[in-house]
Structures are given as C-alpha cells and as structure tokens.
C-alpha cells in the first residue's frame, strides 16, 4: 500500500472504522491466501518441505500455490535447514531482494537454535533471529509435513490480524 | 594385468606394504620426496587411474601430519593408501594435481583443514572455508572465537 495517504484516506470518509476493517480484511485475504515461497532450501528440513508442496501433502491447498524461483516475486521465505556463517550474507541478499510485504519462516532445530551443531562448531549461526526477523518458528528435527502446514496455517493466522495502517505481523 | 598380479607388484614395490585393519586396503609409508615418483610409477605401470582421495590425519602426540592418498585401479579392481608423515609444524609436500587431476580439490581442502602446504599446487585458494577464517579446522587443537565447547557430562 506504499504511496497512498491511508490516515487521510481512510478518515475522511464517514463511517470510515467500517471500511478500514473492510479493506484490511480484504488485503490481509488476499496476502495470506496467495502466498508464494522463495524456492530456497538449506539442509535436510528442505526435503520435509518438498515433500509438505508434493503431491501427498500439497500445501497448495492452503494458497502456497507459487514456488517463486525469484526473491522478488516472493511473500515468503521458509528457512529450512542449518545456516553456516558463508551462508549468512547470501539470505541477507535474497531477503532484502524480496518485496514489502515479507514473512519468515525458521523451520527445525538448526534454523531455531542451531539445533545438534550448537556445541564445537565453528561455522554455525545460532538461529535465525540473528540474521533475519523470523514470524514463524517451527520446532523438530526436521519437523514433519504436518508440523510445516500447521506452522503455514499460523503465518496465516497471524497475517489476517495486519492492518494497513501499521506494518508487519502483531506478536 | 589381473588384480593377484598386481598385488604381486605392489608388495615388490613396497616391502612394508600392509593392511590395517586386515580387511582395508593395503597401504604403505613413502617418502615426502619419493611420493610424486610412486604416484607416476602406479598410474603408468601398475594401472591405478583412479585417484579416491587425498586426506590428512593429526597426531598432536608424535608432532605428526600424515596424508593419505587413496589409489584404486578400473583395470585390476585392487586398491591402495600411500601414506606420508610429515612434521607437523613444517607440513609441506609437492602437489599431485598434474599426476591426477582428481587431486586438486581434495588438496585445497586438506589444505585449509589441516594447515599442510601443497608445493606448486595450480590453484591455491580456500575450497571450502570462508577466506577470512584463521587456523585449520581439523587440527586437534584448533579452537574458534564461535565455538562453544560441549560441557562436560557427568
């Protein structure tokens, strides 16, 4: 919604709480129901997640529909797998290729804490919050396909209590 | 050349030569300075086309490095480790890589990892480390300003 006055939009309508609910309703609809991924896998939770956009567990059921090959048609990046320090300035180039609205995703253990590779590690980023802001974390090692959906469903739970006049997911 | 043949040669070759454990490949310890010349004589006359891998070992105790090169024939189906012990604190060796192609990698890595240098090697950049990184991960006592160390369990 860049580049439009919402405040003086909005108010100067009579009634104008009525259409604000309205079109926030109808915008957050439209973001949470069609939201296309970064086709971006790091590590073994990857395959989980391939298999939760396959045939057997289809998250296009539930408006996954896109794997966009491009950060910059994407909504949301699932960050499935262990990040090592070489790889931390490559997720900070695709994330801020990605258009306002963006959502994050940190699946598993190693994308939460670091998960088996905290200890004797040279290489490994404690989880994602260091590198990224992350409105979904889903545990296991790697999470099942209904644990992914599950934490999908979530991410678009959590989107449908967006307002346009206040950026970003509300904790 | 059948593969009792040239089990034959390689013990002619090598009088050390051993396996260990018994159902390992058989290996035996060269000279840093005779290596390249072993390589060629077993590419050349004794059909080893395969090189597997080039890999390093620590052994703080005996201030040693020892590199591994893992031989294996298409021709006679037989394998073989030519080992190399090194000092540890001048680990130093000339590159295989224009013996076997298949070696460049694994010297770049052994090098990053283990801190040996590979003399003449055609492209000695870091394979898989960051270029920043100080020290050589697979050293026993290497240590890292990200590492936390596992606590002790009682």
Not at chain 1, 83 to 104: C, D, F, H, N, S
Not at chain 2, 8 to 36: C, I, K, N, T, Y
Request: charged fraction near 25%; charge should be negative; aromatic fraction near 8%.
């Amino acid at each position: 919604m860049n580049g439009i006055d919402q405040d003086s939009l909005l108010l100067r309508m009579p009634g104008g709480q009525v259409l604000v609910s309205s079109l926030d309703r109808m915008i957050n609809a439209s973001r949470s129901n069609s939201l296309w991924t970064l086709t971006f896998g790091l590590a073994c939770c990857a395959i989980e997640m391939m298999a939760t956009g396959a045939s057997t567990y289809d998250w296009a059921r539930f408006g996954f529909e896109v794997p966009s090959a491009s950060p910059r048609r994407a909504d949301m990046m699932i960050l499935a797998g262990t990040v090592v320090r070489k790889m931390v300035p490559i997720i900070r180039t695709l994330y801020e290729q990605m258009p306002e609205p963006k959502y994050v995703i940190a699946m598993g253990s190693c994308a939460i804490s670091g998960g088996p590779y905290v200890y004797d590690s040279y290489t490994i980023v404690r989880g994602m919050e260091e590198i990224v802001p992350v409105d979904v974390y889903i545990p296991g090692c790697p999470p099942r396909p209904e644990a992914l959906l599950h934490g999908l469903m979530t991410l678009q739970d959590r989107i449908k209590g967006q307002s346009v006049k206040k950026t970003g997911v509300d904790a | 050349m059948t593969g009792p043949e040239a089990l034959d040669a390689l013990r002619d070759r090598f009088p050390g030569l051993r396996a260990h454990p018994p159902d390992s490949a058989p290996g035996a310890v060269v000279e840093p300075d005779a290596l390249r010349s072993h390589l060629l004589n077993l590419r050349d006359q004794l059909r080893f086309d395969f090189l597997v891998f080039v890999a390093g070992l620590d052994r703080p105790a005996q201030s040693q490095m020892e590199l591994v090169y893992r031989l294996f024939s298409w021709e006679t189906k037989i394998s073989v480790a030519l080992r190399v012990l090194l000092p540890r604190d001048a680990a130093r060796v000339d590159t295989v890589c224009d013996i076997y192609r298949a070696a460049e990698w694994h010297e770049r890595e052994t090098a990053e990892m283990f801190g040996i240098e590979f003399a003449g090697h055609p492209d000695p950049r870091k394979l898989l480390l960051p270029d920043d990184i100080e020290g050589h991960p697979l050293r026993k006592d290497f240590t890292h300003p990200n590492m936390i160390r596992l606590p002790e369990v009682e």
